[in-house]
C-alpha cells in the first residue's frame, strides 16, 4: 500500500481540507498520514470561527518521524495559512522526497480573481516558491495568474489557458494543472502540461451550476489517490474531475440544502469503484 502525508488544517465543522483528505484517501486505498498545520473551529466561510496555529508543532512531529525512518511516496499539501508554515513546507519536501515519490501542492489561497481575505502579495510570491519545488501544481486560474503575474480574466480562450501554463511552467513545477478551465459554454474542467512528455492535456465535463465549499479539496485529494493507485495523469485526473462534479450533483438533491461543504459521504462507494 502507497503511504501519503497530507500537510493542510483541521477545520472541525466545515468538510474541507484534512477533513475531506483524510477519508477520501483513506477509500482509495492508501494510507494517509496528517500534518495539521493550524485546528480552526469551522473552515473561514463561517462567522466568529476560531483558530489555533500548529506551526510549533510541525518541527519536533517531523523530528520524530526522521527517528523513526519514515517515508512517503507522496506529499501533498494544500491550505497552509502562513508564509512561515510555507517556509517549513519546503524543508520538508527536502528531508523526504525519495526516489519515485512525488510532491503535489495544490496553492490554496484565491478565487475568482480576488485573494482571500488572509492572504496578501507576499503569500502569492512563497506560493510560487513552493510550487517551483513541486511535481504537481494544481492552482485555478485566479491562482495562477496572481502567482505568474498575469492578468486575471473571467473570459478567455485557449491561447490565455496556455500563457498560464507556459509561465507556471517557467516557475520549475515539473506538471501544471489548471483548475476550473471552461473552454466552452457549459462545460468545465482542468488544462494541464507535462514539461517531462511536453503535452498538454484536458478534460471537461458538465459544469454543474453551484459552488461549494471543500470541492478544490475533494478534487486534489482524489487525484493524490488515484495517482498513488497507478492512474496516468489524465486519468487520475478525469476521476477527480468526475467524482467532484458527481459529488456536487448528489449535493444539490439534498433536501436540507447543506450550504457549508458537500455530501462526499454519499458518494464514495462510486470513488471506490472508479479507482478499481
Ligand atoms: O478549502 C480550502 C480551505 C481549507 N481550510 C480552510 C479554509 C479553506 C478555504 O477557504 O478556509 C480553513
Redesign the pocket.
Same mark, same amino acid.
Given at each position: 500500500m502507497k503511504r501519503v502525508l497530507t500537510i493542510?488544517?483541521i477545520?472541525c465543522l466545515?468538510k474541507?481540507?484534512l477533513t475531506?483528505a483524510l477519508p477520501v484517501l483513506s477509500a482509495m486505498g492508501v494510507e494517509t498520514v496528517i500534518l495539521p498545520t493550524?485546528v480552526?473551529s469551522?473552515?473561514?466561510?463561517f462567522k466568529n470561527?476560531t %483558530?489555533k496555529d500548529l506551526s510549533d508543532q510541525i518541527t519536533p512531529i517531523v523530528n520524530h518521524w526522521k527517528s523513526e525512518k519514515v517515508d512517503f511516496d507522496a506529499i501533498y499539501t494544500?491550505?497552509l495559512?502562513t508564509i512561515e508554515e510555507i517556509e517549513l513546507m519546503k524543508g520538508i519536501f527536502k528531508d523526504f522526497k525519495k526516489d519515485g515519490s512525488f510532491v503535489f501542492v495544490d496553492p %490554496?489561497m484565491a478565487d475568482n480573481g480576488k485573494l482571500?481575505a488572509?492572504f496578501n502579495e507576499e503569500y502569492v510570491k512563497k506560493n510560487s516558491e513552493l510550487c517551483a519545488g513541486a511535481d504537481v501544481i494544481v492552482p485555478n486560474i485566479t491562482e495562477a495568474a496572481f502567482m505568474t503575474g498575469t492578468e486575471y480574466r473571467e473570459e478567455y480562450g485557449e491561447d490565455y489557458i496556455k500563457l498560464l501554463l507556459s509561465r507556471l511552467n517557467d516557475l520549475g513545477a515539473k506538471v501544471s494543472v489548471l483548475t476550473g478551465v471552461s473552454l466552452e459554454k457549459g462545460k468545465t474542467g482542468v488544462y494541464g502540461y507535462d514539461s517531462t512528455a511536453k503535452e498538454y492535456f484536458t478534460y471537461q465535463n458538465d459544469r454543474v451550476d453551484a459552488s461549494y465549499?471543500?470541492?478544490?479539496?475533494l478534487f486534489s485529494s482524489t487525484a493524490v489517490g488515484a495517482l498513488l493507485r497507478g492512474k496516468s495523469l489524465y486519468e487520475a485526473f478525469k476521476i477527480a474531475a468526475d467524482y467532484t462534479a458527481l459529488t456536487i450533483g448528489e449535493t444539490l438533491k439534498n433536501p436540507k440544502k447543506p450550504w457549508y461543504g458537500v455530501d462526499f459521504e454519499t458518494t464514495i462507494p462510486s470513488l471506490v469503484k472508479a479507482i478499481q
Open positions: 493542510q488544517d477545520s466545515g474541507c481540507s475531506i493550524a480552526l469551522t473552515h473561514t466561510m470561527f %483558530v494544500g491550505y495559512g %490554496v482571500y488572509a465549499h471543500g470541492t478544490g479539496d
